[in-house]
Protein backbone atom coordinates (compact mmCIF):
# COMPACT_ATOMS: atom_id res chain seq x y z
CA UNK A 1 0.00 0.00 0.00
CA UNK A 2 1.27 3.79 -0.60
CA UNK A 3 2.48 5.51 2.16
CA UNK A 4 0.17 8.47 2.08
CA UNK A 5 2.42 11.02 3.33
CA UNK A 6 5.18 10.16 0.29
CA UNK A 7 4.26 12.50 -2.88
CA UNK A 8 4.05 10.13 -5.40
CA UNK A 9 4.41 10.12 -9.65
CA UNK A 10 1.60 11.13 -11.36
CA UNK A 11 2.37 8.53 -13.94
CA UNK A 12 3.30 5.94 -11.23
CA UNK A 13 3.25 4.77 -7.78
CA UNK A 14 7.54 5.16 -7.39
CA UNK A 15 8.09 8.92 -5.33
CA UNK A 16 7.99 12.01 -7.03
CA UNK A 17 11.21 14.01 -7.36
CA UNK A 18 9.98 17.06 -9.47
CA UNK A 19 6.89 18.62 -9.45
CA UNK A 20 5.34 20.92 -12.47
CA UNK A 21 3.68 24.08 -10.76
CA UNK A 22 1.83 24.91 -13.44
CA UNK A 23 0.44 21.83 -14.32
CA UNK A 24 0.52 20.20 -11.13
CA UNK A 25 1.81 17.03 -11.83
CA UNK A 26 4.75 15.33 -10.19
CA UNK A 27 7.09 13.24 -11.61
CA UNK A 28 9.43 10.21 -10.55
CA UNK A 29 12.74 9.89 -11.33
CA UNK A 30 12.84 7.60 -14.28
CA UNK A 31 9.67 10.00 -15.64
CA UNK A 32 11.29 12.80 -15.67
CA UNK A 33 14.38 11.57 -17.13
CA UNK A 34 12.01 10.13 -19.98
CA UNK A 35 9.69 13.27 -20.03
CA UNK A 36 13.15 14.95 -20.84
CA UNK A 37 14.46 12.87 -23.45
CA UNK A 38 11.03 12.88 -25.17
CA UNK A 39 11.25 16.74 -25.24
CA UNK A 40 14.64 16.52 -26.73
CA UNK A 41 13.32 13.51 -29.44
CA UNK A 42 9.95 16.04 -29.93
CA UNK A 43 12.32 19.14 -30.95
CA UNK A 44 15.51 16.93 -33.49
CA UNK A 45 12.08 15.51 -35.21
CA UNK A 46 10.46 18.65 -36.35
CA UNK A 47 14.25 19.54 -37.80
CA UNK A 48 13.77 17.93 -41.33
CA UNK A 49 17.43 18.49 -42.55
CA UNK A 50 19.48 17.43 -40.12
CA UNK A 51 23.07 17.09 -41.10
CA UNK A 52 25.47 13.71 -40.69
CA UNK A 53 27.09 15.22 -37.84
CA UNK A 54 26.13 17.93 -34.88
CA UNK A 55 28.24 19.65 -32.79
CA UNK A 56 27.11 20.35 -29.24
CA UNK A 57 28.45 23.65 -27.38
CA UNK A 58 29.78 22.10 -24.49
CA UNK A 59 30.98 23.94 -21.76
CA UNK A 60 31.57 21.26 -19.22
CA UNK A 61 28.33 22.98 -17.06
CA UNK A 62 25.52 21.57 -16.38
CA UNK A 63 23.25 22.06 -18.94
CA UNK A 64 25.60 21.58 -22.01
CA UNK A 65 26.60 18.42 -19.88
CA UNK A 66 22.95 17.35 -19.52
CA UNK A 67 22.43 17.71 -23.53
CA UNK A 68 25.62 15.77 -24.29
CA UNK A 69 24.20 13.30 -21.64
CA UNK A 70 20.69 13.06 -23.48
CA UNK A 71 22.42 12.79 -27.17
CA UNK A 72 24.32 9.73 -25.79
CA UNK A 73 21.73 7.78 -23.65
CA UNK A 74 19.17 8.63 -27.46
CA UNK A 75 21.77 8.38 -29.71
CA UNK A 76 20.25 4.66 -31.47
CA UNK A 77 17.24 6.51 -31.69
CA UNK A 78 18.15 9.66 -33.71
CA UNK A 79 19.56 10.15 -37.35
CA UNK A 80 23.11 11.77 -36.89
CA UNK A 81 26.47 11.37 -35.21
CA UNK A 82 27.82 14.58 -32.69
CA UNK A 83 30.89 15.24 -31.37
CA UNK A 84 31.36 18.01 -28.05
CA UNK A 85 32.80 21.55 -28.87
CA UNK A 86 34.35 23.24 -26.10
CA UNK A 87 35.63 27.27 -26.15
CA UNK A 88 38.05 27.81 -23.73
CA UNK A 89 37.55 31.58 -22.80
CA UNK A 90 40.48 31.78 -19.97
CA UNK A 91 39.07 32.69 -16.74
CA UNK A 92 40.82 32.53 -13.52
CA UNK A 93 39.33 30.05 -11.11
CA UNK A 94 36.49 28.97 -12.81
CA UNK A 95 37.57 27.61 -16.48
CA UNK A 96 39.60 24.95 -15.51
CA UNK A 97 37.54 23.36 -13.40
CA UNK A 98 34.60 23.05 -15.99
CA UNK A 99 37.27 22.10 -18.92
CA UNK A 100 38.55 19.32 -16.50
CA UNK A 101 35.07 18.51 -15.93
CA UNK A 102 34.08 18.52 -19.79
CA UNK A 103 37.08 15.99 -20.55
CA UNK A 104 36.34 13.26 -17.76
CA UNK A 105 32.51 13.24 -19.15
CA UNK A 106 33.18 13.27 -22.71
CA UNK A 107 35.70 10.43 -21.77
CA UNK A 108 33.01 8.65 -19.89
CA UNK A 109 30.21 8.83 -22.74
CA UNK A 110 32.45 8.15 -25.35
CA UNK A 111 32.04 11.37 -27.01
CA UNK A 112 34.85 12.89 -29.36
CA UNK A 113 35.74 16.28 -28.29
CA UNK A 114 37.68 19.22 -29.23
CA UNK A 115 38.95 22.30 -27.20
CA UNK A 116 39.46 26.06 -28.55
CA UNK A 117 40.85 28.68 -26.39
CA UNK A 118 40.99 32.52 -26.72
CA UNK A 119 44.37 32.54 -26.39
CA UNK A 120 45.07 30.09 -29.14
CA UNK A 121 42.46 32.27 -31.72
CA UNK A 122 42.34 36.17 -30.27
CA UNK A 123 46.12 36.25 -28.87
CA UNK A 124 44.63 36.80 -24.88
CA UNK A 125 42.84 35.42 -22.31
CA UNK A 126 39.27 36.61 -21.77
CA UNK A 127 40.50 37.72 -18.09
CA UNK A 128 43.59 39.75 -19.86
CA UNK A 129 40.71 41.17 -22.30
CA UNK A 130 38.32 42.39 -19.60
CA UNK A 131 41.31 44.09 -17.59
CA UNK A 132 42.24 46.04 -20.72
CA UNK A 133 38.38 47.33 -21.10
CA UNK A 134 36.21 49.47 -20.05
CA UNK A 135 33.15 46.82 -21.53
CA UNK A 136 30.98 44.15 -19.85
CA UNK A 137 32.83 40.97 -19.35
CA UNK A 138 29.46 39.01 -20.80
CA UNK A 139 29.58 41.21 -24.05
CA UNK A 140 33.23 40.91 -24.85
CA UNK A 141 33.11 36.69 -24.01
CA UNK A 142 29.79 36.40 -26.12
CA UNK A 143 31.02 38.13 -28.68
CA UNK A 144 34.40 36.37 -28.82
CA UNK A 145 33.19 32.99 -28.24
CA UNK A 146 30.80 33.06 -30.84
CA UNK A 147 33.36 33.34 -32.90
CA UNK A 148 35.50 31.22 -31.48
CA UNK A 149 32.98 28.25 -31.69
CA UNK A 150 32.56 29.13 -35.16
CA UNK A 151 36.09 28.65 -35.86
CA UNK A 152 36.40 25.36 -34.37
CA UNK A 153 32.82 23.84 -36.13
CA UNK A 154 34.57 24.77 -39.31
CA UNK A 155 37.39 23.48 -38.84
CA UNK A 156 35.44 19.80 -37.97
CA UNK A 157 33.34 20.40 -40.72
CA UNK A 158 29.96 21.40 -38.80
CA UNK A 159 27.16 23.18 -39.91
CA UNK A 160 24.63 22.81 -37.52
CA UNK A 161 25.79 23.57 -33.66
CA UNK A 162 23.32 22.43 -30.81
CA UNK A 163 23.46 24.40 -27.28
CA UNK A 164 21.93 23.75 -24.13
CA UNK A 165 19.94 26.91 -23.42
CA UNK A 166 17.37 26.08 -22.10
CA UNK A 167 13.70 27.53 -20.87
CA UNK A 168 14.93 30.22 -18.40
CA UNK A 169 17.65 31.13 -20.92
CA UNK A 170 15.37 31.88 -23.23
CA UNK A 171 12.84 33.91 -21.22
CA UNK A 172 15.71 35.66 -19.63
CA UNK A 173 17.02 36.91 -22.91
CA UNK A 174 13.23 37.71 -24.20
CA UNK A 175 12.95 40.03 -20.88
CA UNK A 176 16.41 41.51 -21.50
CA UNK A 177 15.41 42.34 -24.87
CA UNK A 178 12.11 44.27 -23.88
CA UNK A 179 14.43 45.99 -21.34
CA UNK A 180 16.96 47.22 -23.62
CA UNK A 181 14.85 48.07 -26.13
CA UNK A 182 16.42 45.39 -28.96
CA UNK A 183 14.43 44.69 -31.46
CA UNK A 184 17.23 43.39 -33.51
CA UNK A 185 18.45 40.71 -31.09
CA UNK A 186 14.76 39.22 -31.06
CA UNK A 187 15.23 38.46 -34.71
CA UNK A 188 19.02 37.63 -34.73
CA UNK A 189 19.99 34.06 -35.88
CA UNK A 190 16.56 33.73 -37.09
CA UNK A 191 16.71 32.62 -41.02
CA UNK A 192 18.85 30.65 -42.99
CA UNK A 193 22.50 32.01 -43.09
CA UNK A 194 25.02 30.68 -45.27
CA UNK A 195 27.89 31.40 -43.73
CA UNK A 196 27.01 31.14 -39.81
CA UNK A 197 26.61 27.47 -38.67
CA UNK A 198 22.77 26.82 -37.56
CA UNK A 199 22.01 27.04 -33.94
CA UNK A 200 19.62 24.88 -32.74
CA UNK A 201 18.39 24.12 -29.11
CA UNK A 202 16.70 21.51 -28.32
CA UNK A 203 16.05 22.21 -24.32
CA UNK A 204 14.27 25.34 -25.31
CA UNK A 205 10.87 23.83 -23.12
CA UNK A 206 12.64 22.39 -20.99
CA UNK A 207 12.97 24.00 -17.68
CA UNK A 208 16.40 25.02 -16.15
CA UNK A 209 14.91 22.99 -12.95
CA UNK A 210 14.41 20.08 -15.03
CA UNK A 211 17.43 20.40 -16.97
CA UNK A 212 19.45 20.30 -13.59
CA UNK A 213 17.05 17.44 -12.31
CA UNK A 214 18.44 15.48 -15.35
CA UNK A 215 21.50 15.95 -15.04
CA UNK A 216 21.80 14.38 -11.12
CA UNK A 217 19.80 11.89 -11.61
CA UNK A 218 21.74 10.56 -14.75
CA UNK A 219 24.71 11.10 -12.48
CA UNK A 220 26.81 14.06 -14.40
CA UNK A 221 25.88 17.07 -12.49
CA UNK A 222 29.07 18.52 -10.81
CA UNK A 223 28.80 21.29 -8.23
CA UNK A 224 31.54 23.35 -10.10
CA UNK A 225 32.53 26.93 -9.41
CA UNK A 226 30.06 29.58 -11.20
CA UNK A 227 32.22 31.96 -13.50
CA UNK A 228 32.96 35.27 -11.35
CA UNK A 229 31.65 37.50 -14.52
CA UNK A 230 28.45 36.37 -13.56
CA UNK A 231 27.29 38.79 -10.90
CA UNK A 232 27.82 41.16 -12.79
CA UNK A 233 25.69 41.08 -15.87
CA UNK A 234 22.16 42.31 -15.84
CA UNK A 235 21.33 38.55 -17.17
CA UNK A 236 22.13 37.90 -13.39
CA UNK A 237 19.98 40.52 -12.21
CA UNK A 238 16.73 39.64 -14.87
CA UNK A 239 17.21 35.74 -13.69
CA UNK A 240 16.58 36.63 -10.04
CA UNK A 241 13.32 38.94 -11.11
CA UNK A 242 11.82 35.89 -13.35
CA UNK A 243 12.60 33.47 -10.60
CA UNK A 244 10.39 35.86 -8.00
CA UNK A 245 7.60 36.07 -10.84
CA UNK A 246 7.54 32.32 -11.25
CA UNK A 247 7.01 31.73 -8.01
CA UNK A 248 4.25 33.31 -7.82
CA UNK A 249 2.92 32.98 -10.72
CA UNK A 250 3.72 29.73 -11.79
CA UNK A 251 4.05 29.71 -16.09
CA UNK A 252 5.83 33.17 -16.26
CA UNK A 253 8.68 31.66 -17.43
CA UNK A 254 7.75 29.53 -19.61
CA UNK A 255 5.51 32.73 -21.21
CA UNK A 256 7.95 34.92 -21.03
CA UNK A 257 10.15 32.32 -23.59
CA UNK A 258 7.18 31.33 -25.67
CA UNK A 259 6.06 35.10 -26.67
CA UNK A 260 9.45 35.59 -28.15
CA UNK A 261 9.72 32.52 -29.71
CA UNK A 262 5.67 33.42 -31.35
CA UNK A 263 6.88 36.91 -32.50
CA UNK A 264 9.76 35.48 -33.58
CA UNK A 265 7.35 32.54 -36.16
CA UNK A 266 4.58 35.48 -36.62
CA UNK A 267 6.90 38.17 -37.96
CA UNK A 268 10.10 36.83 -38.74
CA UNK A 269 9.36 36.43 -42.32
CA UNK A 270 8.79 40.09 -42.33
CA UNK A 271 11.76 40.92 -40.62
CA UNK A 272 14.41 41.77 -43.24
CA UNK A 273 17.91 41.04 -41.74
CA UNK A 274 20.41 43.64 -43.00
CA UNK A 275 23.10 42.52 -45.40
CA UNK A 276 26.18 41.66 -43.97
CA UNK A 277 29.23 43.73 -44.79
CA UNK A 278 32.60 42.19 -45.16
CA UNK A 279 35.10 43.44 -41.89
CA UNK A 280 37.90 45.60 -43.24
CA UNK A 281 39.77 43.79 -39.91
CA UNK A 282 38.94 40.53 -40.69
CA UNK A 283 37.18 39.77 -43.40
CA UNK A 284 34.51 38.14 -41.93
CA UNK A 285 31.06 38.73 -42.35
CA UNK A 286 29.44 41.14 -39.76
CA UNK A 287 26.89 43.96 -39.18
CA UNK A 288 29.12 46.82 -40.26
CA UNK A 289 32.15 47.83 -41.82
CA UNK A 290 34.13 46.48 -38.86
CA UNK A 291 32.70 43.23 -37.18
CA UNK A 292 32.24 43.04 -33.27
CA UNK A 293 35.21 40.95 -32.44
CA UNK A 294 37.63 43.55 -34.10
CA UNK A 295 35.97 46.11 -32.02
CA UNK A 296 36.66 44.09 -29.18
CA UNK A 297 39.95 43.31 -30.00
CA UNK A 298 40.44 46.25 -31.36
CA UNK A 299 42.93 45.11 -34.19
CA UNK A 300 41.47 46.78 -37.32
CA UNK A 301 44.00 44.88 -39.39
CA UNK A 302 44.38 42.08 -41.84
CA UNK A 303 47.30 40.29 -39.96
CA UNK A 304 44.94 40.02 -36.77
CA UNK A 305 42.46 37.39 -38.48
CA UNK A 306 41.84 35.28 -35.82
CA UNK A 307 41.59 32.39 -37.67
CA UNK A 308 44.85 33.44 -39.59
CA UNK A 309 46.00 33.94 -36.11
CA UNK A 310 45.31 29.98 -35.13
CA UNK A 311 46.83 28.63 -38.31
CA UNK A 312 49.76 30.59 -37.42
CA UNK A 313 49.95 29.39 -33.97
CA UNK A 314 49.57 25.85 -34.67
FE1 LIG B 1 31.25 34.53 -20.25
FE2 LIG B 1 29.69 36.09 -18.73
FE3 LIG B 1 29.11 33.51 -19.06
FE4 LIG B 1 31.24 34.25 -17.61
S1 LIG B 1 29.08 34.67 -17.13
S2 LIG B 1 31.18 32.60 -19.14
S3 LIG B 1 31.93 36.05 -18.74
S4 LIG B 1 29.09 35.08 -20.64
Redesign the pocket.
Known sequence: MADNKKILCSQCNNPAVFLDREKKTHLCKDHLIQSVEEEVMRYLNTISDLPETIGIAFSGGKDSTALLTVFSRIKADIPCRFIALTVD?G?EGYRQDTIRAAEDTCSKLGVKHHIISFSDIFGSS?DTLVSESDRN??TI??ILRRRALEILAREQGIRVIATGHNQDDHAQTALMNAITGDVKKVFAGYGPSTWYARRIKPFARVSEREVTLYAMLTGFFRDLPE?P??IT?LRGEVRTLLYRYEREHPGAMRNAALCEEELREKLGGTFRREPYQTCTGCGWPGSGKICQVCMVLRRPSLDNDPHQVREQTR
Open positions: EILACCGCYAS
